[in-house]
């Protein structure tokens, strides 16, 4: 694309790419001689300047450990610590701050939800609700739930398209439906569900609901009081935080029934050896000393993609995607798996003749970083009946020299393998 | 490592046209091998006399590097005492995980070291090897093979997989 175009493109956004890029400083890395074009955001994001600064003062000079001592820097930690919960309780406007549970990260969170909610609450015969589009962190906690528990799955399938049946998910509901949990952006494929529709129906029926929303928190604007979502799960590596830190939102009525995930210190109130006092919300479910610096590295985080603002974001990576989708497409012999309406971030493609695992190699040669494989989501391999696909996923710091830089790789492929 | 390396012109070949491509139906020994990180998987089947590798033939789904490597495999192993196939085996797996280099090396790896490049690809090893695995897997009559945990026959560790 050329400058005009791409200048014109950027001021309709709203967004200042280069400025912004500037912030990551591992964007300026060439990788076998070429720039890097990294295009695996879905698995993981990279961290701007802002953050790994905020660790480095934390680490030198705030660090202790939380809720325990009543020296400086035991208070400041605390108060670091506390104060990036409050963060980001409102960049998801959760209702208060005591809804917010630090967790690992997503599948960290589930598991969570499956172990106090769902071993708490679910029987035999009781009913949960995934989708197709489920990465496996939300599916195998549900399935090792079912094995102890004998409850049973249901599967809301999609279409050709990647888009979920929603006739067919209204058909799903009985009176043995205790839970629903589906993703909001499917990460093999960048469908958008339509989950503020898909709870409503569910609260019609009494059945609260979990989402997934590590794919969707990095590219879209998040209200879980819009939602009405019972449970929201997401990671902080994936929206340029730190890895080991993610959330686990929960309605407080939820979260206070619910029993306690881990047991230690922190998540207690008083120990002897007849009977534990837990402790409140959101303490209950943090036990043990957490990933302090993550937490505050993840607020961090948030203020950084507050200042940029999430609308903006997501019409860059609106712009980003069409173009890459279209000039993709374009390809011969390119066939491109997920085509929703509604769509998020990723590109997954397959090349004719080609296995991905080669595709990736030989990109990765071009500098350009993709994901290959089933990306966790095996299922969703099997309804298109692919083995794996490449994947290429956007992040704002992304540019359309970068999806020319793919465009031009993919081609190459083509020609070593004519 | 420029991967180019890894992508020449015989491996292209091989993976266009595989040699000993089909199924055996006179087959003495059978494996199946499999690499469940990257659906790597395939068949390898053999019609061994008096140790003597007669016929061999592979098919299956894979990417180009396990695939050019199957088939260079059957073609380099046809004819060759079952011994020397093993033999063959361990120095194929040693060049690839970089125990062993054949440009300061003796070896019997011959064409086959066109493979060596993968040792600096450490995703793609298991591409190159898991027809090996699975040819050493017929060998021993052990139906299905696996690039990991217990069912790893030449014991390389487990990757994971993550989003």
């Known amino acids: 694309m050329n400058s005009a175009v791409l200048a014109t493109v950027e001021r309709s956004t709203g967004l200042d790419v280069a400025r912004l890029r500037s912030d990551f400083p591992i964007l300026r890395l060439k990788v076998n001689g070429n720039p890097l074009a990294y295009l695996d955001n879905a698995a993981s994001s990279q961290m701007p300047q802002r953050v790994l600064d905020r660790l480095i003062r934390y680490q030198t000079q705030e660090h202790s450990n939380i809720h325990r001592a009543v020296h400086y820097l035991s208070e400041t930690a605390t108060a670091a610590y506390e104060g990036a919960r409050s963060t980001i309780q409102r960049f998801i406007n959760a209702r208060e701050a005591r809804e917010v549970i630090y967790t690992r990260g997503t599948t960290d969170a589930v598991n969570l939800v499956m172990q106090g909610f769902g071993r708490a609450f679910l029987g035999r015969g009781d009913e949960i609700i995934l989708s197709q589009l489920e990465h496996h962190s939300n599916i195998v906690p549900w399935q090792m739930l079912r094995d102890e528990k004998g409850c049973t799955l249901r599967v809301v399938p999609c279409n050709d398209a990647g888009e979920l049946l929603l006739d067919e998910y209204a058909a799903l509901f009985n009176e043995r439906t205790r839970l629903v949990a589906v993703t909001h952006v499917s990460n093999a494929l960048g469908t958008v569900n339509p989950i503020k529709q898909m709870i409503a129906q569910a609260h019609a029926r009494g059945v609260p609901v979990l989402v997934d929303g590590a794919q969707a928190v990095p590219h879209l604007a998040v209200d879980v009081q819009d939602l009405d979502c019972d449970f929201y799960c997401f990671s902080g590596h994936k929206m340029f935080g730190p890895t080991g830190i993610g959330i686990l939102y929960g309605k407080a009525h939820w979260l206070e029934k619910m029993q306690p995930y881990q047991g230690g210190g922190d998540m207690i109130l008083s120990v002897s050896f007849e009977r534990t006092v837990y402790n409140s919300i959101p303490h209950k479910f943090e036990a043990g000393t957490p990933p302090i610096a993550a937490a505050i590295g993840l607020g961090a985080a948030v203020d950084y993609l507050t200042d940029i603002g999430m609308p903006h974001i997501a019409a860059w990576e609106h712009e980003l995607l069409t173009y890459a989708t279209e000039q993709v497409e374009a390809l011969p012999g390119v066939r491109i798996v997920g085509t929703a309406q509604d769509k998020a971030s990723v590109l997954s493609f397959t090349v004719a003749g080609v296995h991905p695992h080669d595709v990736g190699t030989l990109l990765n040669e071009d500098g350009v970083a993709v994901r290959t494989g089933h990306h966790c989501a095996q299922p969703v391999m099997q309804r298109f009946a692919i083995p794996a696909t490449a994947r290429a996923s956007f992040a704002f710091y992304n540019t359309f020299q970068e999806v020319d830089q793919l465009v031009a790789g993919i081609r190459r492929v083509q020609e070593i393998f004519s | ?163």
Request: charged share 25%; proline share 5%.
């Open chain 2, 1 to 163: 490592m420029d991967s180019k390396q890894l992508y020449q012109e015989v491996v292209l070949d091989h993976n266009k046209k595989p040699r000993n491509w089909g199924s055996l139906a006179d087959a003495t020994h059978r494996a199946e091998g499999l690499n469940p990180l990257c659906g790597d998987h395939i068949w390898v089947a053999l019609k061994v006399q008096d140790g003597l590798i007669e016929k061999i033939a592979f098919e299956g789904e894979s990417c180009a590097i396990c695939k050019a490597s199957a088939s260079m495999m059957t073609a380099n192993v046809k004819g060759k005492q079952i011994e020397q196939a093993e033999r063959l085996v361990q120095e194929f797996r040693d060049m690839a995980t970089g125990r062993l280099n054949p440009a300061t090396q003796p070896s019997q790896l011959g064409r086959l070291v066109v493979f060596a490049g993968v040792k600096d690809l450490p995703s793609r090893v298991k591409c190159a090897i898991l027809p090996w695995h699975t040819l050493h897997a017929a060998f021993h009559d052990r139906g299905t093979t696996s690039t990991e945990g217990d069912a790893d026959p030449m014991g390389l560790s487990p990757a994971s997989e993550s989003a």
